[in-house]
């Protein structure tokens, strides 16, 4: 039977043994009182931990026996083969044994097939055969087994409940790992390639140099010296286009949000609401363009009217669109704070003979804080990860300045550039990629950290 | 003990009325008692006491010494009426107690009086409605002015997120009623001494009003509603989730300060409509049923509804 099969009739096994064991639980309990009886779980309990005895086995060895089996199969033909073929290189072998496999697979001999290789064909087919027909007899004897045993715990003072509760607690727990797992090795595999990064160009070379040119020699014979990587121009153009950013988002944002919660009536709400959530789903690549070829346009010739020099590309033009771009972060989920404030605190101070806007400012933002940090925070990740928008309209010129009218380009966009094109994966290129990912991971962590410590301050003072 | 008072004569005659008036409520509710344990009979019979007409306020809803003033009182949520011309007067320096069942619109009608009702779109009010001769619903009545001259306490204690200090000073800063520092301290410490928590927070003025049980956040609204130094002081069962003794502190204060405010309160507890008010306004599905000298409520009431309700026959 295939795997398919086997899950389907192991499903059909397990309903079947739910249904056993909630019916047992019924009948070895007696009726204490009207209706009442004296098990100490409720028989659907009793039918998941049937089921859970039946399933957890066989499941367990259904999963192994499938991964596993075809590397069992594959050595045992492989150690069957005659000994010219034993003999030949390792790599020869694997392409015979390749070869093997797909003739069994297809079952169409061709004109290179030689009898020993038809055999071992053969060999292979009945050995894989063998192996499904007792995979299928084991996981379904495994399953009713299960059944038999979890039968026999059946009485009324088994406490079927807690049992059930704590298989589900550890397949939560497990659900959880997964996520914390995959977090943790993705840090791992960063850290770890950072390290080879640093093995070439010295920690402190990186986190304190002001020059970032990473053109390195992709060839030995090409002349090219030796790239520079500081990344300080990086990291003070992430900031300062995430700065502009959130000068723009913020009081937009949070203005739009007091606007909508407190002041709009119901149908400009209906309306403002999903317009601006809108905002939020169009693509990067349409700001980006939008970016390049308006705002940075306009930015250069007002500059240019009032005697500034601006270059083509700046920061600034950057910085406004993707303030417009998050303004829906902040003002969506202020929103639902401010909105979530009860009335009647709000009432306690229009009691008082505070007016519309005393309230807001003095009751209703600062109950409200910590969801709105949360927003400003969420936008602020937005906009230190942007990528599209920089590219397009800050340019790749790595300046170290303060000055939004000059280009500048930021971590993210420098990543792409570093592993887009031809290279060597292990050419310091390519791995300071990896140590400018740990940059901007050990970034976004310090401001979580800090976002967290200030609402929690916030919550234990007026909480 | 809070002795502020000034008219010992006015003292000595209500602690007669409250006694004699005690003593009454506490018969009549253990009538009531033995009347629960009666077959299902009896919720006919109550159905059929429901069921008594209302034409008009009887009693007397109108006095000379007119503080607040409503005639023609209507008030909507939506198309649903929730109070019925509802006509009364709350005097100068008195103390007017409002009672009746749940949901007949003694907070809606206490609401009306400071302009709350506002603050819910689907609520309408009409009528007119007056404070010393002056139209509150006017064009040229602003809303905020009117609730720093009437001053409410809610059914639910509704702290701000803001600590026990802030609280309390939250108005008097608002209307700029203290000059200095030490000024708002003597404020905030007199007006939590006033409503009997002062004791309990002295030492944690910093700590988060919203931490305090719910007894104590209630004590805290009525600290903070005092420190404005309103001239009405509205009510809305604010000894609900008190103790004994700090209910009694509450009702002193209550009669302390209806030397100084108009108070109008309700309240589920007839004892306490008996102790402390001067009328009493029985309000019964959004009417208003009978007003009357509290003794007279609840010695003689006019109205059938009324003694019913008194005497614990349905509510
Ligand atoms: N915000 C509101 N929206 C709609 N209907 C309301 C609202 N507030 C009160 N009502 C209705 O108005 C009626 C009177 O309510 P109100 O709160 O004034 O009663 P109450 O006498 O204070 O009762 P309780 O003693 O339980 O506090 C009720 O039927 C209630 O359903
Ligand atoms: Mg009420």
């Known amino acids: 039977m295939p795997v398919n099969f086997i899950l389907i009739t192991l499903l059909a096994l397990l309903i079947f043994g739910f249904i056993l064991g909630r019916a047992r639980s019924i009948k070895v309990a007696t009726e204490v009182r009207n209706g009442r009886y004296n098990l100490h779980s409720r028989p659907y309990y009793y039918g998941y931990m049937i089921a859970l005895w039946a399933g957890i086995p066989s499941l367990l060895i259904l999963l192994l026996w499938t991964g596993f089996d075809s590397s069992i199969v594959t050595s045992l033909t492989a150690s069957d083969l005659p000994s010219e073929i034993q003999e030949l290189s390792k790599d020869e072998r694997s392409l015979v044994i390749n070869e093997i496999i797909n003739l069994a697979e297809s079952g169409k001999a061709d004109v290179n097939s030689s009898e020993p290789k038809l055999q071992a064909a053969a060999h292979y087919l009945s050995l894989k055969n063998i192996s499904l027909m007792a995979k299928t007899v084991v996981v379904f004897a495994l399953a009713i087994l299960g059944i038999i045993i979890g039968l026999r715990f059946v009485k009324p003072e088994f406490r079927a409940r807690n049992q059930v509760e704590k298989i589900v607690r ?227 010129a790595a300046n170290l300045t303060a000055n939004p009218l000059e280009a500048v380009t930021t971590i993210t966009v420098q990543i792409v550039t570093l592993l887009t094109g031809d290279q060597e994966f292990d050419s310091p290129k390519t791995l300071a990629a990896f140590a400018l990912g740990l940059g901007l991971f050990t970034v976004t962590l310090i401001l979580n950290v800090i976002s967290l410590h200030v609402v929690r301050k916030y919550r234990e003072q007026y909480e | 003990m809070v002795t502020a ?189 006033r409503a009997g928590l002062w004791k309990e927070v002295k030492d944690d003025l910093h700590k988060p009003g919203t931490g305090l049980s719910g007894g104590q956040q209630q004590r805290l609204c009525i600290a903070r509603t005092i420190a404005v130094d309103p001239e009405v002081i509205l009510m809305d069962e604010p000894t609900s989730a008190l103790d004994p003794i700090a209910t009694a502190l509450i009702e002193e204060l209550m009669i302390e300060l209806s030397g100084k405010y108009t108070i109008a309160i309700v309240t589920h507890s007839m004892q306490q409509a008996a102790r402390v008010s001067n009328r009493t306004a029985y ?15 609840f010695t003689n009431p006019e109205h059938k509804l009324t003694e019913n309700y008194i005497t614990g026959r349905f509510g």
């Open chain 1, 170 to 396: 550890w397949v939560m727990i497990g659900c959880a790992s997964i996520a914390i797992l995959t977090t943790f090795g993705i840090v791992l595999s960063v850290l770890f390639e950072s390290l080879q990064f640093f093995k070439s160009v010295p920690f402190t070379d990186f986190l304190f140099g002001t020059h970032w040119n990473p053109q390195t020699a992709i060839r030995e014979d090409q002349v090219g010296g030796s790239g520079s990587f500081g990344a300080i121009p990086l990291f003070t153009g992430t900031l300062l286009i995430s700065a502009i950013a959130l000068t723009i988002a913020v009081p937009i944002g949070l203005m739009t949000a007091i606007y909508l919660s407190e002041y709009a009536n119901q149908a400009v709400r209906s309306i403002a609401k999903p317009v601006l959530e809108i905002l939020a789903g169009i693509p990067t690549v349409v700001y980006g363009f939008f970016a390049a070829l308006t705002v940075a346009p306009f930015i250069r010739e007002t500059g240019e009217a009032i005697g500034l020099h601006p270059s083509s590309e700046s920061a600034l033009a950057a910085g406004v669109v993707m303030g417009v771009m998050i303004i829906p972060f902040v003002s969506s989920l202020s929103d639902d704070v401010i909105s979530a404030v009860p009335q009647a605190m709000r009432d306690g101070s229009y009691g008082m003979g505070a007016t519309k806007s005393e309230t807001i400012r003095q009751v209703v933002i600062p109950a409200a804080l910590p969801g709105i940090v949360g927003g400003v925070l969420l936008a602020a990740s937005r906009a230190i990860g942007e990528t599209m928008i920089v590219v397009m309209a800050a340019g790749l």
């Open chain 2, 5 to 193: 008072m000034t008219d010992t004569t006015k003292e000595k005659q209500m602690t007669d009325q409250r006694d004699s008036i005690n003593d009454r409520v506490a018969n009549k509710e253990s009538e009531s008692n033995a009347a629960d344990n009666r077959s299902s009979m009896d919720d006919i019979h109550k159905n059929e006491e429901f069921d008594i007409e209302i034409n008009g306020t009887v009693g007397k809803p109108f006095v000379d010494n007119v503080k607040m003033s409503s005639r023609n009182c209507d008030v909507f949520y939506g198309d649903k009426q929730a109070i019925f011309d509802v006509n009364v007067d709350i005097g100068n320096h008195e103390i007017l107690a409002m009672i009746g069942p749940s949901g007949c619109g003694k907070s809606t009608y206490l609401r009306v009086l400071n302009r709350m009702n506002d603050t819910i779109p689907i609520c309408r009010v009409t009528g007119e409605h007056k404070l010393d001769g002056e139209d509150i619903y006017s064009k040229k009545m602003d809303p905020v002015l009117l609730r720093a001259r009437v001053g409410m306490v809610f059914q639910k204690p509704n702290p701000f997120p803001k600590s026990i200090y802030d609280n309390v000073a939250y108005g008097a800063k608002l209307h700029g009623l203290v000059r200095t520092r030490s000024d708002l301290d003597d404020l905030v410490e007199k007006s939590l001494i």
């Open chain 2, 283 to 297: 309000f019964h599905l959004g009417k208003l049923v009978e007003v009357n000298e509290t003794d007279k409520v």
